[in-house]
Each structure stands twice: as structure tokens, then as C-alpha cells.
């Protein structure tokens, strides 16, 4: 694919997830995907894409979906939470048809 038709593309990609975005999720619904509301939307998500015919790399970032504030007052992110939401992604994506083709971890003693 040429440079002018990879913009192109690119551009046409970022419209029909700012659209499907539009349509499926409110304001007032907090963040798109964590491990409570990944099968309501993912499938959605996925069946859009394809029906452009676009190909895409779908990675799973259960880290900040998940975030709570401990009693302490630091970050934290319950780890069964976390699990959770990578079983249902990869879940999703093989009732689609579809595959996961990254997932991002991050664990820290820190208050980050």
C-alpha cells in the first residue's frame, strides 16, 4: 500500500471508531472496556471493523479499565478483575472469529 492510500485508510479507520463510538457509548458509562462491559461492546466493536474490511491489531490493556482507589488513597488494580477482563477479551474474540493480537501488563509496587 502506497503512502497517500495508508493515510487514507488510516483516516477512514479513526472515523469509524469516533462513529461506532458515538453510537454505542455514553458519556455518563465511564470507560469503554473493562471486565464488567467488554462482551457488551467488544463484539460490536469487532463486527464494525470487519464490515469496513479493515485490518487491525487488537490488543487487551486490562490495566486502566480496571483502576480503583484503595482505602489508602493509592492506584490499585484488583488482580481478579484484571484476569477477568483478558479471559472475556480473548473470549470475544474467538466467538468472532477474530483474534487478540496483544496484551499489555503492567505491576508495580509503586504509586504510579
Known sequence: MNSRKAKKANKHSKQILIDWLRENVSEEEGKLLNKD????????LIRSI???????????????GNTIKSTTGF???PFNNVLKEVKNVFAVHQSEGSYAGGLHIEMTGQNV
Open 37 to 44: 462491559n467488554v462482551e457488551k461492546f467488544l463484539p460490536k
Open 50 to 64: 470487519k464490515k469496513e474490511g479493515l485490518n487491525v491489531i487488537w490488543s487487551c490493556d486490562p490495566m486502566h
Open 75 to 77: 492506584k490499585t488494580r
